[in-house]
Structures are given as C-alpha cells and as structure tokens.
C-alpha cells in the first residue's frame, strides 16, 4: 500500500447555500472505529441536494466535505477497527466532516459493507443508502402484513427498486408520480397502479384503489400539501412512514384522524431501524443485497462527473434525477 499524502482534495461547503468549493484538506486523524477510504465512486443523493442547501439539516460544522455514500478502498484504519482490513473494497455512508466527494473520505465501521469483487466500484457507489432503506421497508410491510403500500416520489431511483422489489414479493405498489412523462418510465419496471398528484380527479382515484387493494401502508418521501390529503385518505388503522421531505414544507394532520381512527405516522431511515433482516447484521440479507444490486435493487446513472464538476454535477441531479443518478469520481 502506497504512502498516504498529507492533504487530498475535496468539494467543501463553506457556507450555507454558496457554491461548492474544492478545496486541499489535511488527511484527519482516526477515531475510535473510524476507518479512510479512497474513493473511488460516489452518487449524488437527494440528502447532498439538501444539504448543499441553506438548511444543514445534518448539523455538520461549516466547512464540510459533501456527500453521504461512495465505494473505494481502506487505506487507513483506527487501532480498534478488527473487522475490516487495508486494501479490502468496501461500499460506506458517511456522516463525518470529511463526506464522500473528496479523494479520500472518513466512515464509522458501523455504516461500511464489504464489497465483493463481482460488483464494481459504480455499482457499490449506491450499495447502500437506496437498496438497503428499501430492504429494510419491505420488512416493515411484511411486520404489518401490508397487501398494498403507496409511495411518492414513485420515479425516484428509490422509487423504482421500491416498486421492482415490493411487487417481485407479492405486495401492490400504487405510484405517486408529479409528471406526466415519469408514466413511461415506472411502466418499463412493471407498474400497474400510477397516480399523477396533479390530475384534477387524483384524490377520488386514489380513494377507490385504497380501498380496491385493501391498502393499509403509506410511504412519504415529499411532504407537504400531498402527504396530508394521502394520510386522510388512508382507512383507520394505517401507517405513514416519512422517509423524506422533498417538497421542503411541512403538512397537516388532523388530530382526529390518530385519535379517532388510529392511524400511525411516524420517520423511517435505515439507521434508525431495528429489523433483524439488514445488510449490517444479518449475513443471509447481505449475500441477498449483493444479489439483488444487479437486479431489482439496481441503480441507473445517466452521467459521471470529476469532482472539479461537482457544481454542474449538482445541478445536473437537481434537473434530471429522473433520468438516473449522477456519479462523482474523485479520484479521476
């Protein structure tokens, strides 16, 4: 293994809503569990467009490397790390000050999966924030013994292996979409139910196919006006899971409806989650993440970027994410 240098170059946000700067940063010092990876591939999440934002909403101390997942190689490891090794390739989420779109990135051994030879650096890129949020849904439903779900933001590239992965296990997708030309695009992974929220005759549609399939799940990746019309819409006894908040505002909910009707509504995340079934702690459901990375868990990107193009790249996934992801190379 090569000598590390003493500073590698990341994409900084100095401040609160200004452009990306990349910047040399010194290589930091490990902590306890931490490990440093070369980066080799990383995607451009909604969870980077919004940070990159006005609002922190990590509450990271300005300035900080931007980025939340990558794959690359471990090149340095604090003294406590036992179970993984230097040079091994791994896929990561990072919620450190030193994120994925530098040449080198900080992670916690916590959020590290290995990553098997047979899958590239592009695909374990996303090996995780998307696939195993998705895994970890599925479980959920099952737990709920849901027949039917909804989900919005249903051409999202979480969107599309949400529906590939629900329907291939026997549970009814109904796709919440904002776009008119998103149709074809959910059609080709097999959709049957797709709803635009922006149709004048959306609420009396989806009112009957709630009660056509029996629906009793509901997951929200927008919030606002949308979330709240959808929550009243569910039948007593339901459950709303928020695991995003693309629309920027906050919706409202009628008490009666979680004290009368005994409706549940509550976050979703996979690192808040508690099911046996995850990648990070259950081998048989890692040797099936890998599995399905290739299939229906698999992501689409439409265009790679260096990192001196990481505003452009940025602004590419704003416009066209969905299309398929934009991917970071660092050290290209």
């Known amino acids: 293994m090569a000598e590390l240098p003493k500073s590698y170059l990341g994409a900084q946000i100095i401040e609160p809503g200004k452009p990306i700067k990349v910047n040399e940063i010194q290589v930091p010092e490990l902590h306890q569990g931490e490990v440093l990876i070369r980066v080799e591939a990383a995607p451009i999440d909604q969870l980077d467009i919004v940070s990159a934002g006005p609002e922190n909403y990590l509450h990271k101390q300005y300035p900080f490397v931007l980025g939340a997942e ?13 179970n993984l090794e230097i ?5 990561f989420l990072t919620l450190s000050q030193f994120g994925a779109y530098g040449q080198y990135s900080v992670a916690h051994i916590s959020l590290v999966l290995p990553l098997p030879e047979n899958l590239s650096f592009e695909q374990g890129a996303s090996a995780i ?50 776009r008119k030309e998103q149709e074809n695009t959910l059609k080709q992974d097999g959709a049957k139910y797709i709803l635009n929220s922006s149709d004048p005759n959306f609420s009396k549609d989806l009112e009957q196919l709630i009660a056509q399939l029996n629906v009793s799940l509901f997951f929200d990746a927008i919030g606002g006006e949308i979330t709240g019309k959808i929550f009243k819409l569910l039948p007593s006894g339901s459950a709303t ?23 549940i509504i509550k976050n979703f995340s996979l690192l ?57 190379r660092p050290n290209k």
Do not use: C, W
């Not at 779900?149 to 590239?157: F, G, P, R």
């Not at 909910?253 to 409706?263: F, N, Q």
């Open 70 to 82: 990558g794959s690359g190689v471990i090149v340095a490891k604090h003294e406590s790390v036992l």
């Open 87 to 91: 040079g091994q390739k791994v896929s």
């Open 129 to 178: 924030g998307n696939p195993v949020t998705v895994m970890l849904m599925l479980e959920e439903a099952k737990e709920l013994k849901a027949k039917a779900v909804i989900n919005t933001a249903a051409a999202s590239s979480l969107g599309r292996q949400f529906l590939r992965y629900f329907q291939n296990n026997g549970i009814e997708v109904i796709n919440i979409i904002r």
């Open 241 to 263: 899971f928020i695991y995003g908040m693309l629309s920027g505002t906050n919706f409202e909910v009628d008490a009666k409806e979680v004290l009368l009707r005994g409706k």
């Open 272 to 328: 808040t989650t508690k099911h046996a079934f995850n990648p990070f702690s259950h081998k048989e459901a890692l040797s099936k993440l890998y599995e399905l990375l290739e299939t229906q868990l698999q992501t689409h990107y439409h265009k790679q970027y260096t990192l001196d193009q990481i505003n452009e790249a940025l602004e590419d996934q704003k416009q066209n994410g969905s299309i398929g992801k934009v991917l970071i």
